[in-house]
Every structure is written in structure tokens, then in C-alpha cells.
């Protein structure tokens, strides 16, 4: 499997334009995560989904946020419109689920994504 | 609070040298805690996992360590390597929440 695959890779766009970053999970995983990672607040958990499901959105900043898994393979996280202190690291991760205690699946991330509002 | 503390924010080591890095939690009920090694522009890497009964585990030149009680773990990094320069993430699962850690720069110089 080639992993986590994240695209654009780098992204500059002035404020105020709409943002797309994409993701395809490894095959057969169940969870999709989206963090963001600045230098000052580390990895934050932006949302997740469970079998295509949204299951908690609370990290989501704003309503300028969304995120969508149409299927098993395939999410959007979107940004509009963009500002400034949107620029961050974007990762998509995916794992698989592991029943029982103690046993929660490894964390794939894929290389992320650069966004740079200016 | 962050519920995962890491120390040192940053650490500077010559080549050849060991180092220790610290994490420290509070997060519960404890599942398991895995560090993550991320290098720069690229996303983490698990190194290893930590469950409750385990108390030290190798990965080659690293070894991780956990005291469940006191709730510390340790990754130690034997004859340091310049490939060794990354981020190293702390990361607790309570459940199916995971918590991270800030994690800790490590800069190898030659």
C-alpha cells in the first residue's frame, strides 16, 4: 500500500479564496483523522470519522471548516473563506480499528499538507 | 492543561552521543503510549507502543521505557545518528482518545 496520500503537498493562496485539501486513507482503514500543526499549538485534532461518519468535530475552528468523507477512500477538508492564521501544517491520518482495551491501531499520517494564506 | 507534557522543548546532542526524552501524562483511563518520530516536512512515524503491563521496549537504537504509577515513559536514543534530528511525539490513548504530547527537538551535530 503507498500509505496515506495527501494533496496539494503546498499551498499558497491570498485570504479570502477557498481552500481544498484532499485525502486517501490506506485501504481497509476505518478511521480518518485531520489535524493541524503549527509550531505554537503542536498536532490538533480537527475532526474524525468512523466508516465514513463524522464522529467528532469539536476541534473544528469555525464555521470556515468543513470536511467531508463521500466514501471509504476519499476526504475533503475545506477552508472558506481563508485567513492568515489558517496557515499550518495539514495532516490526514488513518487507522484501523483494534477491539479491546489497550489495543487502539497505530496512527498512519500521510505527509501533509503546507497551506500559506497571505 | 495539556494532559501530555514533554521535556526537553528542545535538545541539541553531538553525533555519537545518548539522550534521553521525557513525557509526562495524566491522561485516563490509560490505554497505551506510543512515540512518534517526525521528520522535518514530513509527517510522524510510530516507533514504538507502550501498553499497561509493558515497562521497556527496543526499537534498534531506541528504547522506550514506562512507569504506569508514576505515569512517565522514556525514549532513549543510543550513539545518535545525524538521521536522528526530528521531532519525537508522546501520544496517550485514553480509550479511543489520544492525547499528544508537544514533542521534543532533537537536533545531531556533527
Known amino acids: 500500500d503507498a500509505g496515506v496520500i495527501q494533496s496539494p503537498r503546498h499551498e499558497v493562496t491570498e485570504m479570502g479564496q477557498e481552500v481544498t485539501l484532499r485525502c486517501k486513507p490506506i485501504?481497509?482503514?476505518?478511521?480518518l483523522f485531520w489535524y493541524r500543526q503549527t509550531m505554537m499549538r503542536g498536532l490538533e485534532l480537527l475532526i474524525y470519522?468512523?466508516?465514513?461518519?463524522?464522529?467528532?468535530d469539536s476541534g473544528m475552528p469555525e464555521d470556515r471548516f468543513s470536511a467531508k468523507m463521500p466514501n471509504a477512500s476519499f476526504s475533503t477538508l475545506k477552508i472558506q473563506p481563508s485567513e492568515p492564521r489558517d496557515s499550518a501544517v495539514y495532516f490526514c491520518a488513518s487507522r484501523l480499528h483494534s477491539p479491546g482495551q489497550g489495543a487502539i491501531g497505530e496512527l498512519f499520517f500521510g505527509e501533509g499538507s503546507r497551506l500559506t494564506v497571505l | 492543561k495539556n494532559q501530555v507534557e514533554q521535556s526537553p522543548q528542545s535538545l541539541i546532542i553531538l553525533e555519537g552521543k545518548n539522550c534521553t526524552l521525557q513525557?509526562?501524562?495524566?491522561?485516563?483511563?490509560?490505554?497505551?503510549l506510543r512515540w512518534y518520530k517526525q521528520d522535518t516536512g514530513r509527517g510522524p512515524v510510530s516507533l514504538t507502543i507502550?501498553?499497561?503491563?509493558?515497562n521497556t521496549k527496543s526499537n534498534g537504537r531506541y528504547t522506550a521505557t514506562l512507569d504506569a504509577d508514576t505515569k512517565q515513559s522514556s525514549l532513549h536514543i543510543t550513539a545518535s545518528q545525524l538521521s536522528d534530528s526530528a521531532s519525537y511525539i508522546c501520544v496517550v490513548t485514553a480509550w479511543s482518545d489520544m492525547r499528544f504530547g508537544a514533542g521534543t527537538r532533537l537536533t545531531v551535530k556533527p
Open positions: 507502550m501498553t499497561f503491563s509493558e
Open positions: 485501504s481497509g482503514h476505518d478511521y
Open positions: 470519522f468512523n466508516n465514513n461518519v463524522p464522529i467528532d
Open positions: 513525557c509526562n501524562y495524566t491522561v485516563s483511563p490509560f490505554s497505551n
